[in-house]
T-cell receptor
Framework: EAGVAQSPRYKIIEKRQSVAFWCNPI?????LYWYQQILGQGPKLLIQ????????DSQLPKDRFSAERLKGVDSTLKIQPAKLEDSAVYLC?????????????FGPGTRLTVT | AQSVTQPDIHITVSEGASLELRCNYS??????LFWYVQSPGQGLQLLLK??????LVQGIKGFEAEFKRSQSSFNLRKPSVHWSDAAEYFC???????????FGKGTRLSVIA
């Protein structure tokens, strides 16, 4: 089966610009996560979706970050306006309760550099 | 709140030597525990997981980990390291199988000849 797809793989923007990332989860996976991984740290959750509803967005900086998952499949994460501290790798992951494996499958990530 | 501590930021081992990466977690109930590996420019790949049953779990690539409730630990081991094992290793904890993971800061493994 195809894995989690993300695009773009790399993005360089100037501060105060906007940027959007796209994620296509594994087919049939109802749960989708966005994590932020700053250099030298482990991934940190930004938002969790169950189908097209938000389950947890407590750590999402809502003044500048937004995310949506239309039709419960693909998802986009947007930053507007970007700050220098947003430089990080943004990882998308998906999972399914039905598989019973309790595994989150991660995409390759989008590396964002804000200058 | 859940938390994960990986005390070793960087470990260097010789090829063929044994390896142990440490992980301590903080969680009130029995957690779901995971070890992931991340190669440069790649996403995270699951090595193994524990959520119940036998406390010694086997994973891919010859890795194993042991859950010790009394020590709140879930250390990763491999009897003989290969050069291709050089990567970043992350321990993670989840409340259930379908909740966000809390990751440690990672341990970078270098393998020398």
């Amino acid at each position: 089966e195809a894995g989690v797809a993300q695009s773009p793989r790399y993005k360089i923007i100037e501060k105060r610009q906007s940027v959007a990332f796209w994620c296509n989860p594994i087919s049939g996976h109802a749960t989708l996560y966005w994590y932020q991984q700053i250099l030298g740290q482990g991934p940190k959750l930004l938002i969790q979706f169950q189908n097209n509803g938000v389950v947890d967005d407590s750590q999402l900086p809502k003044d500048r970050f937004s995310a949506e998952r239309l039709k419960g499949v693909d998802s986009t994460l947007k930053i507007q306006p970007a700050k220098l501290e947003d430089s990080a790798v943004y990882l998308c992951a998906s999972s399914s309760i039905r598989t019973g494996t309790y595994e989150q499958y991660f995409g390759p990530g989008t590396r964002l550099t804000v200058t | 709140a859940q938390s994960v501590t990986q005390p070793d930021i960087h470990i260097t081992v010789s090829e063929g030597a044994s390896l142990e990466l440490r992980c301590n977690y903080s969680y009130g109930a029995t957690p779901y525990l995971f070890w992931y590996v991340q190669s440069p420019g790649q996403g995270l790949q699951l090595l193994l997981k524990y959520f119940s049953g036998d406390t010694l779990v086997q994973g891919i690539k010859g890795f194993e980990a042991e859950f010790k409730r009394s020590q709140s630990s879930f250390n990763l081991r491999k009897p003989s390291v290969h050069w291709s094992d050089a990567a970043e290793y992350f321990c993670a904890v989840g409340a259930t199988g379908n909740t966000p993971l809390v990751f440690g800061k990672g341990t970078r493994l270098s393998v020398i000849a």
